[in-house]
């Protein structure tokens, strides 16, 4: 289909998006790119601060089909190949590089300034044809029944305006507006941290290709906690501290600013390679913790990004459901309109797999936060694992036979049941029909999960 242009002064559309992070412009920038109408409202003004930075490499394929790659290869954001540990002792582990096991260009990726890389995106929507009105917030989601229909917005102006159409996006981030309404939440308890994190400029960078590694950098033992060290461009490093509450802010007073230098000063790692930089920004705080939704859709609308889950961001994986579940939903979407059929069977039909995927990062999460557990004594008695290990932090969850990994792992950690095991009832699973007693398969075409041969290209640093 072709991209169409729609002008502003309509109020019907094919879809309409709820939020402008990068899952609400990643879908919007594909339907509108292939031609749908689409109208996107975002309640912010960007450029805004987001947490978040580092990519991981299987982004490369939605990048591509939105027609959004060789911006980023334009851009000035630092080029990532690997992503490197160190444990509680200082002992920092050989890189993990991605073209061990994938000798395509999409071994390299990127860690972005997401006030700039969010930007880009939004603005990216726009000029593939949809509708973005920013500094613009959607009151409620309108329904005819059990069906959405609709939205209420208030414009810059503060008038209140009604916008039609056959599928609402749900892609309102933490707020997670529709999931909250039906109240889907549900809350993976092992995994709630909070979170201190600030830039430095002038930190420590290794030469050549480990310049721009993602460290992932552990706290003292007892702390349950780690290190974030990501470079970014013109010589900014993000460097954040993962711990639980307990540990990190209980009992410790206001200063976050202390806390902060105490933990830099406890984590050797960190220590001396901040140790001639200087800290450029304010300390941020935030209070994580990891949960997903019971449905990925209902009747006439879905649910994407962090208003569908939020994983732990130990490996980096916020970005990357976001893409993968905007590439899911624009394909749920495009067969609901090939099929006139919006129900929540036929945009949900993917929620099976997809939280099989968000299952296969989560396990590596858990196993991460086990007392003891390292991927170097892991892989020292089963040296065969390391791609797989490698596929992983690569993001490429999807990949038949990808858990065949945790039989081994569940020797050095406990590997948690599936969140989703809670979601009996769910509307979407592997065996969805789209009406009851009825035959028809359900039939988006998907564009990701399929195994791809890959041309054997050399990595361009």
């Known amino acids: 289909m072709p991209k169409i242009l729609i002008e502003k002064n309509t109020s019907d559309f094919d879809v309409i998006v709820m939020g402008g992070g990068p899952a609400g412009s990643t879908v919007a920038s594909i339907l509108a790119r292939e031609g749908r109408s689409v109208v996107l409202f975002?309640?912010?003004?960007?450029?805004?601060?987001?947490?978040?930075?580092s990519l991981m490499t299987d982004t490369y394929r939605t990048f591509e089909r939105m027609g959004f790659l060789e911006k980023l290869k334009q851009s000035p954001f630092v080029r990532k190949y690997s992503v490197q540990f160190a444990n509680s002792m200082g002992k920092e582990s050989r890189p993990f590089?991605?073209?061990?096991?994938?000798?395509?260009?999409?071994?390299v990726t990127w860690q972005v300034t997401r006030a700039?890389?969010?930007?880009?995106?939004?603005?990216?929507?726009?000029e593939q044809g949809a509708?973005?009105?920013?500094?613009?917030?959607?009151?409620?989601?309108?329904?005819?029944?059990?069906?959405?229909?609709?939205?209420?917005?208030?414009?810059?102006?503060?008038?209140l305006q009604r916008f039609n159409a056959k599928v609402v996006v749900d892609a309102t981030g933490q707020s997670a507006m529709l999931s909250n309404r039906f109240g889907w939440r549900i809350r993976d308890t092992k995994l709630k941290k909070a979170v201190l994190y600030s830039y430095f400029k002038g930190a420590h960078r290794e030469p050549d290709l480990?310049?721009?590694?993602?460290?992932?950098?552990?706290?003292?033992?007892?702390?349950?906690?780690?290190?974030?060290?990501?470079?970014?461009?013109?010589?900014?490093?993000?460097?954040?501290?993962?711990?639980?509450?307990?540990?990190?802010?209980?009992?410790?007073?206001?200063?976050?600013?202390?806390?902060?230098?105490?933990?830099?000063?406890?984590?050797?790692?960190?220590?001396?390679r901040v140790a001639s930089a200087t800290r450029v920004d304010k300390i941020y705080s935030i209070l994580?913790?990891?949960?997903?939704?019971?449905?990925?859709?209902?009747?006439?609308?879905?649910?994407?990004?962090?208003?569908?889950?939020?994983?732990?961001p130990i490996y980096s994986s916020g970005v990357l459901l976001a893409l993968k579940m905007a590439e899911l939903a624009a394909d749920a979407i495009h067969d609901a309109f090939s099929n006139e059929d919006f129900s929540a069977g036929r945009l949900g039909q993917f929620q099976f797999k997809l939280d099989t995927g968000i299952e296969s990062m989560r396990k590596l999460v858990h196993a991460f936060y086990c007392?003891?557990?390292?991927?170097?004594?892991?892989?020292?008695?089963?040296?065969?694992?390391?791609?797989?290990?490698?596929?992983?932090?690569?993001?490429?969850?999807?990949?038949?036979?990808?858990?065949?990994?945790?039989?081994?792992?569940?020797?050095?950690?406990?590997?948690?049941?599936?969140?989703?095991?809670?979601?009996?009832?769910s509307v979407?699973?592997?065996?969805?029909?789209?009406?009851?007693?009825?035959?028809?398969?359900?039939?988006?075409?998907?564009l990701y999960y399929d195994d791809r041969a890959l041309a054997a290209e050399p990595v361009k640093p």
């Open 288 to 312: 994580d913790y990891s949960y997903r939704s019971k449905q990925c859709a209902g009747d006439g609308f879905i649910l994407i990004g962090d208003a569908y889950g939020f994983l732990d």
């Open 428 to 446: 979407a699973s592997h065996n969805t029909k789209v009406n009851e007693g009825s035959e028809e398969a359900l039939s988006a075409k998907y």
């Open 97 to 107: 590089y991605f073209f061990e096991a994938n000798h395509h260009e999409s071994a």
């Open 371 to 425: 007392d003891g557990f390292s991927f170097s004594k892991f892989l020292q008695k089963y040296p065969e694992q390391r791609v797989n290990i490698i596929n992983l932090l690569m993001g490429d969850v999807f990949k038949e036979n990808i858990d065949n990994i945790y039989g081994p792992m569940s020797e050095f950690a406990e590997i948690p049941p599936p969140l989703c095991d809670e979601f009996a009832g």
């Open 210 to 272: 480990n310049g721009g590694a993602t460290l992932v950098l552990r706290t003292e033992a007892g702390s349950g906690g780690w290190f974030w060290y990501i470079p970014l461009e013109d010589d900014i490093t993000s460097v954040g501290v993962v711990a639980d509450p307990e540990y990190l802010v209980k009992g410790r007073g206001q200063d976050l600013a202390q806390i902060f230098q105490d933990e830099v000063q406890k984590c050797e790692s960190v220590r001396r």
């Open 131 to 159: 509708v973005v009105y920013q500094k613009t917030a959607v009151k409620q989601v309108l329904f005819d029944g059990q069906r959405a229909g609709g939205v209420e917005v208030q414009m810059q102006d503060g008038s």
């Open 116 to 126: 700039v890389f969010d930007q880009m995106l939004i603005e990216h929507a726009e």
């Open 42 to 53: 975002e309640k912010e003004q960007f450029p805004r601060h987001h947490i978040g930075e």
